[in-house]
């Protein structure tokens, strides 16, 4: 689907090129496809969970391996109900729904607005308020109070752990809680691939800072998050910083942007970076009657600290590289599609080939992977001919080829085949992991 504020388009050949090529090589699928799918959830296959792990690993390296302010959690997705009372999803975390009357279809009021379906659907429904947050029972009896809620967002299950890690750590403001998990929304109109999900999988950061540096934080985790997309090497011109404006900002924020991405259906949030205010430890506090204050011993004062919160998805920061990395290209005469995924990310960093299954080559590729393995993301690889093995290698990613030929044996030494620039360089076996230490960083 598109974003709140643009009417859903038509899926851009882009995404259906990146889609197909996702299913063709493993990245991800619809998911219980084999039964007519279900809308809104897909499964990830060996590559995408490979990407993906990535992704989640380049992140909590970034956000709490590498610093000593942030420090890193995991809760429940399902949380005592009242933890969705106090942070308001029960009372506010609603859509509004609209029914075509023709087709008995249903929109989320604010997309149906301008789009193809309102100039042939006819009369739509009053809009009522639908509530995201998916519902089960905890235990035998299916009564309304053993009713809970699968986490729409990470986010609370840091604000309930506030004390708790306050008084198990030695973290004082400013510091941070990080986590990443599988968060569920009831999206009314699930769509454009995995870009909105039913389920998905979140990276979380709640920054707590003293009130009055709380602006100054947001500048702070703005530059820092716009840092990292850039880093995976997403184009700078695909992304754009966009401000909320005062109607889209929630009462308690002090303020919030979005990392928008140029996604094949329009500018699209890739993240989002909020100042919270105090609103959460202070509704948890009201709610739970617990003191979620924190005492600075130093100025002597007490305060509930205020929150900046940059979060982004895992699937949508998947979809952003992987939209991005996208090429189709002719090279002497001859078509192959690329993707030209940063090597920090690549499911493969090299791929190993043996231009034939004859021995000696066979052994000698077996044992340069083997080789390999403990310091890159490898694969060997000795199936169809190498013209076909390169290609598949590029579609997927992998930056690096290693070609193990019939002069292997006698010179001890095998080609470094280059993704990007198609570049093939000889060099010796015993040199090929510093070789490619160098190329790989
Ligand atoms: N705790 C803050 C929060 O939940 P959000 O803007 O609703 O904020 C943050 O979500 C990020 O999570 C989004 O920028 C997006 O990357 C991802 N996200 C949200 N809803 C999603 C959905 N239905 N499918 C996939 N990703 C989603």
């Not at 979140?202 to 707590?208: N, P, S």
């Not at 390169?390 to 280059?418: H, L, M, N, W």
């Not at 620039?421 to 090929?432: D, I, N, S, Y």
């Amino acid at each position: 689907m598109a974003t709140a504020r643009a009417p859903e388009r038509e899926p851009q050949g882009a995404l259906e090129k990146l889609v197909s090529l996702a299913k063709r090589r493993g990245f991800f699928f619809q998911s219980s496809e084999i039964y007519g799918g279900i809308q809104g959830i897909w499964d990830f296959g060996p590559l995408g969970v490979a990407l993906r792990n990535n992704l989640k690993r380049a992140w909590w390296r970034s956000m709490v391996e590498l610093r000593d302010d942030v420090v890193g959690l995991d809760a429940g997705i399902i949380m005592n109900p009242q933890t969705w009372v106090a942070s308001g999803h029960v009372a506010n975390f609603t859509d509004p729904l609209v029914e075509c009357k023709k087709c008995h279809q249903r929109f989320r009021a604010d997309q149906v607005a301008g789009s193809r379906h309102e100039d042939d659907g006819g009369e739509f429904t009053e809009a009522r308020q639908f509530n995201l947050m998916f519902k089960t029972f905890v235990g035998p009896v299916e009564s309304s109070s053993a009713q809970v809620y699968l986490r729409p967002e990470t986010a609370q299950g840091i604000f309930v752990n506030f004390a708790n890690v306050i008084n198990s750590t030695r973290m004082r403001p400013p510091f941070g809680i990080a986590q990443v998990g599988k968060a569920f929304r009831n999206e009314i109109t699930p769509g454009n691939s995995i870009f909105r999900l039913r389920e998905f999988e979140m990276m979380e950061l709640e920054y707590f800072v003293p009130p009055a540096d709380e602006l100054k934080w947001l500048e702070y985790w703005k530059e820092q998050r716009m840092e990292w997309h850039r880093g995976l090497g997403i184009r700078p011109d695909k992304l754009r910083f966009r401000q909320h404006g005062p109607k889209e900002l929630a009462h308690y924020a002090r303020g919030a942007f979005d990392i928008e991405y140029e996604f094949p259906f329009g500018w699209s949030e890739l993240e989002g970076i909020a100042a919270r205010g105090n609103y959460d430890l202070t509704e948890h506090q009201r709610v739970s009657g617990k003191d979620l204050s924190y005492f600075d011993d130093l100025k002597r004062e007490r305060y509930i600290p205020h929150v900046v919160e940059p979060s982004v998805g895992v699937d949508r920061s998947m979809l952003t590289v992987l939209l991005d990395a996208y090429n189709e290209e002719e090279v002497r005469g001859e078509q192959r599609t690329v993707l030209r995924l940063h090597h920090a990310i690549a499911p493969i960093q090299v791929a190993i080939l043996p231009l034939s299954r004859k021995e000696p080559l066979l052994s000698l590729a077996t044992r340069v992977e083997h080789d390999l393995r403990p310091f890159f993301r490898t694969e060997y690889d000795d199936t169809q001919s190498i013209g076909k093995r390169y290609r598949r290698q590029d579609e997927i990613g992998t930056p690096f080829a290693v070609t193990i030929d019939f002069e292997t044996e006698k010179d001890q030494a095998a080609t470094i085949r280059s993704r990007d620039e198609m570049t093939q360089v000889r060099v010796p076996l015993a040199e090929l992991s510093d070789a490619l230490r160098e190329r790989l960083g």
